[in-house]
């Protein structure tokens, strides 16, 4: 099956600082998921990407997907102390699949 | 998007013991998925379980172990069978939304003892 590469692992940055995270693929993939878990909880979907190319945001986040759809980026600005968790990649192959092979995740720590 | 709910929040169990895990969903969806996240690590999906149906299982994961109900467009069950320490993980149900968007439930922390 097809495998996700997800880096950095993880990362501590001081807040302020913007973020910059990616996922790499063996497949294409013609959807690509970005979420964020806090502890204790499931992960929250950021934002979703469709078009190669495609720079989608939400707020201090963005996101691109990859114009050999393979990869794809999510950058935050501006790092706030409630930015700390772990951020997952996902990509989907078929679509409307709705199934979704999720990358190994970043942990952010953001120290204030 | 759809409020999703999961029971039990966390459990300890004993092993040789089963679990039975409730997926209710506040609007009727197609597709609904269980996923495993094993103690720091990432999703990985068990199996994907449409009404009406038998659930479609992923590589590694069997029906005896974790077998699945769906009984209607916003509920699902899942259990986990002859629980062992390595089936200590948090178990996600998650649902398909527009566009082959995914959400998910909040969890259920399973202890196995």
């Known amino acids: 099956g097809q495998q996700l590469n997800q880096s950095p692992q993880s990362m501590f940055i001081q807040e302020g600082e913007d973020v910059s995270m990616n996922c790499t693929s063996s497949?294409?993939?013609?959807?690509w998921l970005w979420y964020k878990q806090d502890p204790g909880e499931g992960p929250v979907l950021l934002i979703a990407?469709?078009?190669?190319?495609e720079l989608t945001s939400n707020g201090r986040l963005t996101a691109q997907f990859g114009i050999t759809r393979k990869d794809s980026f999510l950058n935050i600005s501006a790092s706030i102390p409630s930015d700390v968790g772990i951020y997952f990649c996902?990509?989907?192959?078929?679509?409307?699949?709705?199934?979704?092979?999720f990358g190994d995740g970043t942990t952010l720590t953001v120290k204030p | 998007s759809a409020v999703i709910s999961q029971k039990p929040s966390r459990d300890i169990c004993q092993r040789g013991t089963s679990l039975t895990i409730q997926c209710q969903v506040d609007?009727?969806?197609?597709?609904m998925f269980w996923y495993r996240q094993q103690p720091g690590q990432s999703l990985t999906l068990i199996a994907t379980?449409?009404?009406?149906?038998?659930?479609?299982?992923e590589s590694g994961f069997v029906i005896d172990k974790f077998p699945i109900s769906r009984p209607n467009l916003t509920f699902s069950t899942l259990t986990v069978s002859n629980m062992s320490p390595e089936d200590s993980s948090i178990y996600l149900c998650?649902?398909?939304?527009?566009?082959?968007?995914?959400?998910f439930g909040p969890g259920t922390r399973l202890l196995v003892l």
């Open positions: 996902a990509g989907q192959e078929g679509t409307n699949a709705g199934k979704s092979t």
């Open positions: 497949s294409i993939f013609n959807t």
């Open positions: 990407l469709y078009k190669a190319g």
């Open positions: 609007s009727q969806v197609t597709m």
């Open positions: 379980a449409n009404q009406g149906s038998e659930a479609t299982y």
């Open positions: 998650s649902i398909q939304g527009a566009q082959g968007t995914q959400y």
